[in-house]
């Protein structure tokens, strides 16, 4: 999907109700429509989001650790120190969305599309992606390390200060990423295709981290 669906475009679009009240633990929400949403500190783990949407939603701190996400679509949604450490993420949509130091550790994503989003410092250690795109996104510092990536694709997205050490990746196509820097874990990218140009600006990367010693003369 090259352009982000719009909320009328959404099959369950004519049955979501706007939310109203605060948000619980172990809760079911099921075609509930978030809009101007905000939360600190919230206590919302083991919830279950179901045919739901956010907009101008914004979740500062707090835990949502072990919440599922299925068939879940968010637009203009920013995330900040918030932890979804375990959580479940199952035909999920993100456009335009912020996270800044958000915990997403062991979480699992699958068949999950992010449209011109921006990560910051997104700790994704031993997190499970699997067909999930990265379009025109800005991923910052982002931590991959032991992570499994599975049909991972990058389109138009800037990869700044990856961090890749024990990740492992099958059919993941870096090639149409606009930046590609790795901080650490290069050799962890067998499974991966690159383009020649891409080759050529790791060199040096892979180089340091072989301790070969490059010289002309």
Not at 54 to 82: E, P
Request: net charge negative; charged share 25%; hydrophobic share 40%.
């Amino acid at each position: 999907m090259s352009k982000p669906r719009e909320l009328d475009d959404l099959p369950y679009a004519r049955h979501l109700s706007r939310f109203v009240g605060t948000l619980e633990q172990h809760a079911d929400y099921d075609t509930a429509y978030f809009v101007d949403l905000e939360v600190e500190d919230g206590e919302v783990g083991n919830a279950r989001f179901t045919e739901c949407a956010f907009t101008k939603a914004v979740l500062t701190g707090g835990r949502y650790s072990r919440t599922r996400f299925n068939d879940v679509w968010m637009n203009n949604v920013r995330l900040v120190g918030a932890s979804f450490a375990e959580s479940s993420w199952l035909d999920a949509e993100v456009a335009q969305g912020s996270l800044a130091g958000v915990e997403m550790f062991n979480a699992e994503l699958t068949r999950v599309s992010f449209h011109d989003c921006r990560f910051d410092a997104v700790n994704l250690r031993g997190a499970r992606l699997k067909e999930v795109t990265f379009r025109n996104c800005v991923l910052q510092d982002v931590d991959f390390a032991g992570a499994t990536l599975t049909d991972v694709t990058v389109p138009g997205s800037e990869l700044r200060g990856a961090r890749m050490a024990g990740v492992q990746l099958k059919k993941v196509d870096l090639r149409g990423a606009s930046v590609l820097d790795v901080a650490d874990g290069i050799t962890s990218l067998q499974g991966a295709v690159v383009s020649s140009l891409q080759l050529a600006e790791l060199a040096p990367t892979m180089a340091r981290t072989l301790g070969l010693v490059v010289k002309d003369r």
